[in-house]
């Protein structure tokens, strides 16, 4: 997964911005999106149920977007590596990461170089705040990715991002968490959360995940997860608890 310092301070200006984009932005998300349908598309069984979810997703992208996709639910993660193997993409690294003790750990499948095209896949089920919060950022599945459209969502800034016929609306987050929720079709338990997260993060700076495991060539997630849990206390409890 990418690392990049410690991340966008929250936004808390009380205006709205009308984001008119350049015909060289549109055409940024429109080959970011091909990328991600690319991808989808060759997810063969899990193509109806994955999910694209951040800037792709809102449409304000720019040159340092990622193309982030979600298997919603936890599968058998060499199947998905031969899936994607067998439709010609290289895996280039393998990750299992945790954002804290009580988080789902998540297999990270990076498909370039650069790591900017990335798979996801849970290894134990989401708590529905967990899932909540690919809505947060703004997610679609792949039939609304074909038909072009672009759904709201919010920035690690706390920005909600509403798309516009030229481009997006801009709007603060903070002191409008009701009304986000609404119009995210998301629960105020996760605006509540992420305003209190990453203002936080913006206080006392980034404190990162809480589990990172590298997973070698020939290795399976799951039995990485394995080994770990046997040396890993808190890793133990939450996989027994989403068992």
């Given amino acids: 997964?990418?690392?990049?310092?410690?991340?966008?301070?929250?936004?808390?200006t009380p205006d709205d911005n009308q984001v008119v984009y350049s015909s060289a932005q549109w055409a940024t998300l429109e080959s970011l999106r091909a990328r991600a349908l690319k991808v989808i598309n060759a997810l063969n069984g899990w193509t109806q149920t994955a999910l694209i979810h951040?800037?792709?997703?809102?449409?304000?992208?720019?040159?340092?977007?990622?193309?982030?996709?979600?298997?919603?639910?936890?599968?058998?993660?060499?199947?998905?590596?031969?899936?994607?193997?067998?439709?010609?993409?290289?895996?280039?690294?393998?990750?299992?990461?945790?954002?804290?003790?009580s988080h789902s750990p998540k297999a990270?499948?990076?498909?370039?170089?650069?790591q900017t095209t990335s798979v996801t896949v849970p290894l134990t089920p989401f708590r529905s705040l967990e899932l909540e919060f690919y809505a947060f950022g703004g997610k679609m599945t792949f039939a609304e990715l074909k038909a072009g459209t672009r759904t709201p969502g919010c920035t690690k800034k706390l920005v909600l991002i509403e798309p516009?016929?030229?481009?997006?609306?801009?709007?603060?987050?903070?002191?409008?968490?009701?009304?986000?929720?609404?119009?995210?079709?998301?629960?105020?338990?996760?605006v509540k959360e992420r305003?209190?997260?990453?203002?936080?993060r913006d206080t006392v700076g980034r404190t990162g995940?809480?589990?990172?495991?590298?997973?070698?060539?020939?290795?399976?997630?799951?039995?990485?997860?394995?080994?770990?849990?046997?040396?890993?206390?808190?890793?133990?409890r939450t996989l027994r608890g989403r068992s």
């Fill in 1 to 12: 997964m990418k690392r990049r310092g410690s991340g966008p301070k929250p936004s808390r």
């Fill in 54 to 101: 951040g800037s792709v997703a809102r449409g304000d992208v720019d040159d340092k977007s990622d193309v982030d996709v979600l298997i919603p639910s936890d599968v058998n993660t060499q199947l998905v590596e031969a899936t994607l193997e067998n439709a010609g993409f290289n895996i280039f690294s393998k990750e299992i990461a945790q954002a804290t003790p």
């Fill in 108 to 114: 990270h499948l990076q498909l370039d170089a650069e």
């Fill in 164 to 190: 516009t016929p030229k481009g997006h609306l801009e709007s603060p987050v903070i002191g409008r968490e009701s009304e986000v929720a609404r119009l995210l079709g998301a629960s105020l338990a996760i």
């Fill in 195 to 200: 305003v209190r997260v990453l203002t936080r």
């Fill in 209 to 236: 995940m809480y589990l990172r495991i590298p997973v070698r060539d020939g290795e399976s997630f799951e039995e990485v997860l394995r080994t770990r849990v046997d040396s890993d206390p808190a890793l133990r």
